[in-house]
Every structure is written in structure tokens, then in C-alpha cells.
């Protein structure tokens, strides 16, 4: 039996743990626990119940035991920008805040006052959202960082919890908004404007190195495997993008989940003024690479819409019904920051928009799935435009992995309006890049380049021709929109 890997990949709103192994030269992923996520009122705020996840992976990793595997290799990814505050006595000081909690709405028009945006931009190459850990940090209560002894990313704390030592990894501390570009350290002036300061991190560590192996006291609690933890690309997104086949000469990716991230792997970072303009961020990735991107709202509506419809549907159903309406009857700009998290919900929020901006108000099921993905697709063929514009060539191919690689309007539609040939899947993609980083760590791949060439060989890539019609038509009017929005 070959070596057995497990990616603990938790997002959003569920987490899971896969196994991975390499047979006949293929990746085989098996599912060993799948559990539930999402943040809940405490007091003020929207929090993580982070103890609730650690626990959840204990219960998965018993299972592994069970299935027969005595031994294995796990890495942690999550998403990014929250943390957790540990105390000098190494507990936590509370549970992590939600970046979908509303402490942040003004954050980044009251630290620029004192800091220019182009300033900070220019230092860590980052793109302003108002839930950047800079700001989340800006908000935090005084007395309680005055306790921290260490501030630890999500997934680092989780390993830390696991093993006893901690670590930031760099692919998830990028997206602090405090890592310096140049430097590649905690950027002072940006610490010591949120009151922290650089010893209440531990040590910024490469994705890719041993973190160490479970604490005895874990044995005696719970049946588990040997385990050894390894520091993989701990950012879902860094994950997802190792993942990725990686198809066409000149290749975009898009992360397609309850975040979409569009972007493309770079060697050196973009932070010019056309990507500071755009808002483009240069996060950390995995083996010296820059994940040169921009974050979309993504599958995180539809996921609040299905949430909210009185109807049972699955995501598939509601795709369903969607393709049976006609595309582009509205446009919405997805990432307005008004979807982030709608106090009266996400329909009414879709609803209310369509009504002030004078436009078709979507009513049926069916209707409102599509104006979702019919502008989550307009939204993306921009988004690609832009993203060749900056860098001085075209994009020729776009990778779609996550779960959005599975909705085939969407695809197709994205293929047709930014006429590029759409590539789609693997849907586990974050799973796959934290399990091909714990295999390049332990010898059984040898580098990145091969471990795309086994992901195309392993799973199912659908492609995605553009179709001809009134697509570019759709396109240009959907930019004068989002140009008169602006003013």
C-alpha cells in the first residue's frame, strides 16, 4: 500500500477530509469525513466555533484508523485573513471573529487617513477589502491584543493545536495586508499602526515543510493514526491554484467556491498603478510563485440563495432550472460590497437591486439562479480583459476548478462572452494542491510541473469551446454598466 496523505480542507461551510494515495500512476481521492462550518452570533460578533473544527478533525482522522491506516501525512488548509489570539498561558483568548462580521465597514477610509492606500500598496502589493486581517486587527480590542502573546492565522493555529508548535505560513499571511513585498517580513509601520508588534508572530514559514507530528495527548484521548503534520499552502486559494492543471500556453485560473478568485501564477509580483487601479492582490503562493488575482463575490449568492428558497433544491436543480431562462435579462454588479452579507437576505438584497437600478426584478427560482450566473459570467470575461490589459498579453485559456467547475452554464457561458477556451474541473482542486505539497515535502513528486501533468492524468477535465451570438454585445454593455455604477 503507498504512503497515505489527508488534506483537512475547511472552508466557509464544511469541511472535509480526504484521503489521497498514488496507484498506477493516478492521484485516487477518497472522502473520510465531511462535517459542517459557519460563524455564529457571540456578543457583538460573528464568530468561528474553531474548537467544534479541531474536533471534527479528531473524528475524522478515527475514522482513517478504522478504514485501516495506521499511518499517515495531513496538512491544513483554510480560508484567509482571520486569526486567533493565544494567550501567554498558550490558550486562546477567544474565538475568531468571522471577516463576514461588520466591525471592518469603515476600517479602510479610517486607516488611510494616516496611511495613503497607494503607500500601502506599494509596501505589500495587496488589494484593499474591508476584511483584510490589517483592518480586522485596526478594530480589535486594545486590552485584548495587550493579553496576545501570538497571533496565528486559522489553519496555523489549528496545526499549532495539533502538534504545539506554531508557525505563519507565508501563502496565508500575505493576505494580512502586512507582509512587505520587498522585505518579506512584517511590514513595521503597518504593525505598529494596529498595535502589534512582530514577536507576537511565530516564525513565516514556506509551505512545504514538517511541522512535526501529533502531541502524545491526542493518543490517549483518541484512536488515531500516526500522524505527521505538514505545513502545506495552508490558504485554500494557494491550495486550489497548486491544483490546477495549469492547461494553455498563457493560463488564467479561477477558484471557483463561496469566493471566486481570477487570477494567474506569476514568478515576480504586479504592483503597478493598472493593478493598484484594479485592485489586483499579489498573494504569496507555494515554491516562490505570486497568485496575482482578483476576489470575486462568487458562489457564496447562490449558496445564500439557495439557503433562503422555501424550496428544497440542490445546486444542481436550481442550475437546472436556470438554463431554462434566458441569460443577461439584468446586470448586477456581483462584488458590490452590499451581497457581502445582506442583514435582510440575499434574495431581497438581488431583488432590491434590480428594482433601484430600474432593471427586470427576477422573481421564480430559475430567474434569480440565472441572473447569477449569467453575472458571475459577464463579471469573469471582465475580470479576464482587465487581467490582460495589466499584465500586456491575453489570457488563451481559463482553468475552472472548485466547486463552480461543475455548473456547466456558467462555464460555457464564461467561455462564450470572454471567447476563450474554458477548461473545467478537477472540483477538488484545493484538496488536491494541500495533498501534492505534502507529497512533494515526503519525495513522491518531484516538483509542481509533474504534479499538474499527474492532475491532468488523473481526473476528468471538461473543455468549453466559446459559441458565437451576442455575446461580445452582452459584454460591452455589461462594462458601460459597471462604468456609470462607478460615478
Not at 21 to 29: G, H, R, T, Y
Not at 138 to 154: G, H, N, Q, S
Not at 157 to 177: F, M
Request: negative net charge; aromatic residues 10%.
Amino acid at each position: 500500500m503507498s504512503q497515505a496523505y489527508v488534506a483537512v480542507d475547511i472552508g466557509a461551510s464544511s469541511g472535509r477530509l480526504i484521503l489521497g494515495q498514488l496507484s498506477n500512476n493516478k492521484l485516487q481521492l477518497q472522502e473520510m469525513h465531511r462535517f459542517k462550518n459557519g460563524f455564529v452570533k457571540e456578543g457583538q460578533h460573528d464568530c468561528w466555533q474553531i474548537d467544534n473544527l479541531i474536533q471534527e478533525i479528531f473524528v475524522g482522522l478515527e475514522k482513517i484508523k478504522q478504514a485501516g491506516y495506521s499511518q499517515i501525512t495531513l496538512g491544513i488548509d483554510t480560508w484567509a485573513v482571520d486569526y486567533v489570539l493565544v494567550g501567554k498561558d498558550g490558550k486562546k483568548l477567544q474565538n475568531p471573529i468571522s471577516y463576514r462580521d461588520n466591525r471592518t465597514e469603515n476600517s479602510i477610509h479610517n486607516l488611510t487617513m494616516d496611511f495613503p492606500k497607494e503607500y500601502i500598496y506599494k509596501k505589500t502589493g495587496i488589494q484593499f477589502l474591508d476584511f483584510n486581517t490589517l483592518y480586522q486587527l485596526y478594530e480589535e480590542d486594545k486590552d485584548l491584543l495587550a493579553k496576545t502573546d501570538k497571533i496565528m492565522m486559522v489553519p496555523d493555529y489549528i496545526g499549532y493545536v495539533l502538534t504545539g508548535k506554531s508557525v505563519t505560513e507565508v501563502t496565508n499571511a500575505s493576505t494580512t495586508q502586512m507582509l512587505s513585498l520587498r522585505e518579506g517580513l512584517f511590514d513595521h509601520d503597518l504593525l505598529k499602526k494596529v498595535n502589534v508588534h512582530q514577536e507576537q508572530f511565530p516564525k513565516l514559514t514556506d509551505a512545504g515543510t514538517v511541522l512535526g507530528n501529533l502531541l502524545d495527548q491526542w493518543y490517549q484521548e483518541f484512536d488515531l493514526p500516526q500522524t505527521e503534520v505538514v505545513t502545506v499552502a495552508t490558504h485554500d486559494t494557494a491550495s486550489a491554484v497548486i491544483g490546477t492543471p495549469g492547461i494553455g500556453q498563457h493560463w488564467a485560473y479561477l477558484s471557483s467556491g463561496t469566493w471566486s478568485l481570477l487570477g494567474t501564477e506569476l514568478n515576480v509580483p504586479e504592483n503597478g498603478e493598472k493593478a493598484y487601479q484594479q485592485n489586483y492582490t499579489n498573494e504569496w503562493g507555494a515554491y516562490g510563485t505570486y497568485r496575482f488575482l482578483k476576489n470575486i463575490m462568487g458562489l457564496w449568492i447562490i449558496q445564500s440563495v439557495q439557503k433562503e428558497l422555501p424550496q428544497d433544491f440542490t445546486f444542481a436543480e436550481l442550475a437546472s432550472l436556470a438554463e431554462k431562462e434566458k441569460p443577461f435579462q439584468q446586470f448586477i454588479n456581483v462584488n458590490d460590497p452590499r451581497f457581502k452579507n445582506p442583514a435582510d437576505g440575499m434574495i431581497n438584497e438581488l431583488k432590491l437591486y434590480c428594482s433601484e437600478t430600474h432593471q427586470k426584478v427576477p422573481q421564480s427560482p430559475g430567474e434569480i439562479a440565472m441572473a447569477v450566473y449569467s453575472n458571475l459570467s459577464l463579471y469573469y470575461a471582465n475580470e479576464l480583459e482587465i487581467l490582460g490589459d495589466i499584465l500586456g498579453y491575453r489570457l488563451d485559456s481559463l482553468n475552472i476548478v472548485g466547486g463552480g467547475s461543475n455548473v456547466k452554464l456558467m462555464n460555457q457561458l464564461t467561455a462564450s462572452l470572454a471567447q476563450v477556451d474554458v477548461y473545467a474541473g478537477p472540483s477538488e482542486a484545493t484538496a488536491i494542491g494541500n495533498l501534492i505539497v505534502q507529497m512533494i515535502t515526503k519525495g513522491d513528486i518531484l516538483n509542481v510541473y509533474l504534479a499538474r501533468r499527474l492532475i491532468k492524468d488523473s481526473f476528468e477535465i471538461k473543455k468549453f469551446e466559446p459559441q458565437t451570438g451576442d455575446f461580445h454585445k452582452y459584454l460591452l454593455n455589461y462594462q458601460e454598466f459597471l462604468q456609470e455604477e462607478k460615478k
